[in-house]
Every structure is written in C-alpha cells, then in structure tokens.
C-alpha cells in the first residue's frame, strides 16, 4: 500500500506485501534525513538516515528514497511483518553545527495478519 | 549496555503543582535532548544541552519550564505551575558527540505528564 504524504496518517497493509510511507519535508536547508519507528509506549527509534548528497540508501528490508527537487522523502518496507506495526516519523536536521532534529507528523502503519 | 532511562513513567499532577522529569542518558554521551511529544504529534524539541551548557533552549515554549544538567551527565526538566496543556509525553534522548557531522540520537521511553 502507499501513503501519498501525510493526509493519511494510518497505513493497513497485508503481511508480506511492501509498504511505502511517503513525507515532505519543509527546510531547504536540511541536508540530512531520518526515519523512525515508534511503537506504543516507547521513544523513536532509528531506522534508516540519508545524507542530501544521496537519493537512494538500503538498509535491511527498508529502503529510504530522497528527492530534493520536491523536498519528498518516502521509506519503502519489504515483505512487511506484524512487528512493523509501529508510527513512523521522517525527520530532517542539518549536519553543521549541533543536530535539531525537526520530526513530521507521523504515519500509522497497521500490518494486517 | 543500558539505554537512555526515564523516570518516572508516568506523572500525574494537579493544575498549578511543580513537576521534575528526570532522564538518565547512555554513559559517556556528550549531547542531551528534551523532546515533547503530543497524542498523535511527532516530537517536538526543547532543549539541546552539550556537557552541562544548554546550547539551546529556543524550543522551551514559555519561562514555567527550565531543565538542569549539572554535572553534565542526568538531566532533569522542570515545570513550575503546571498547565493542563502541559500534558504530553517528554522524551530524552541522548548521543556521543554534538556539532560536524550527525550524530545518531538515542531515546528513552519518555515520561508521560498528565495535568488535571
């Protein structure tokens, strides 16, 4: 399933399908992106980051896309598991000097069994 | 090793009283964050302290809040006179280093607030 930016704060998708959860972030100046998982009750959680001089970074399972032009950022799970079920909040900070973190809205992703 | 603590979990106070949050960063981080967190809003930032100096309290959102760092290790938030608008969940996080290049922060659980 795909959340085109962040009208939609709730993802349902079926186990095992991908997942792509979609932001826009607002500072022209941000050069360095991160995305969260949150889970109930707990503090975010890195998951994948990417630097502005990238647009594209794999990690394992997630794959976070850039595109500076739009200012979009999107996270794409594969094969998403029950665990996935979490919010998660792209975030932008800018490497030079000390890192204020500026968090989006936040989607729920909801793994359906 | 152990993560970023938060104590309490949860607080409940009564309009008007002072509270004190206290967080436990990993050992040997330099940089300390406060964040609040609104139901259904990502976190918002507060404070940044480097060692035992805020570096910057621009996100503090009025004089009722103050946070310490006094030995440059824990770190407490205080809110004099709270406010029903106070309750949110506060969130610290932590990371080795501050300034050049990003540095990943860590976070604890956070200590929910509820003002009545």
Known sequence: GENVGLHLPTLSVQEGDNSII????SNSASDYFIWYKQESGKGPQFIIDIRS???KRQGQRVTVLL??????LSLQIAATQPGDSAVYF????????YQKVTFGIGTKLQVIP | GAGVSQTPSNKVTEKGKYVELRCDPISGHTAL???RQSLGQGPEFLIYFQGTGAADDSGLPNDRFFAVRPEGSVSTLKIQRTERGD??????????LAGGLYNEQFFGPGTRLTVL
């Open chain 2, 87 to 96: 309750s949110a969940v506060y969130l610290c996080a932590s990371s080795p």
């Open chain 1, 90 to 97: 792209c975030a932008e900070t800018y490497s030079g000097g």
């Open chain 1, 67 to 72: 595109n500076k032009t739009v200012k979009h």
């Open chain 2, 33 to 35: 964050y406060w964040y």
């Open chain 1, 22 to 25: 979609n932001c826009a972030y």
């Open chain 1, 53 to 55: 001089n990238m647009d």
